[in-house]
Nanobody
Framework: QVQLVESGGGVVQAGDSLRLSCAASGRTLSSYAMGWFRQAPGKEREFVVGISWSGGTRYYTDSVKGRFTISRDNAKNTVYLQMNSLKVEDTAVYYC????????????????WGKGTLVTVSS
């Protein structure tokens, strides 16, 4: 049974930074693409960032380019999301995801999900 456990969420002010972590257990996910989705209140879950199994390729949705950085440590079975210059519109529950086939993910094709961590950005 694979578990993805996110941590690092919290309440910050606009312009601040946060670092989210996603630790996998149950099996190694070094051959999986990893990514982060987010879901704001009243909105659909959206794909934000993805990283290939090797870490060599990354994808960022336009709204976070230049502010967010995804990375992974396959030896620790962990993926990270560094979020800088946070905006009020970044407020959401952030979900870690693993996909064996695609770095650019769609929610319906994700193999494993975390339970989410809440990020609240105040003005």
């Amino acid at each position: 049974q694979v578990q993805l456990v996110e941590s690092g969420g919290g309440v910050v002010q606009a312009g601040d930074s946060l670092r989210l972590s996603c630790a996998a257990s149950g099996r190694t996910l070094s051959s999986y693409a990893m990514g982060w989705f987010r879901q704001a209140p009243g909105k659909e879950r959206e794909f934000v960032v993805g990283i290939s199994w090797s870490g060599g390729t990354r994808y960022y949705t336009d709204s976070v380019k230049g502010r967010f950085t995804i990375s992974r440590d396959n030896a620790k079975n962990t993926v990270y999301l560094q979020m800088n210059s946070l905006k009020v519109e970044d407020t959401a529950v952030y979900y870690c995801a693993a996909d064996r086939n695609n770095m650019i993910m769609t929610a319906g094709a994700v193999d494993y999900w975390g339970k989410g961590t809440l990020v609240t950005v105040s003005s």
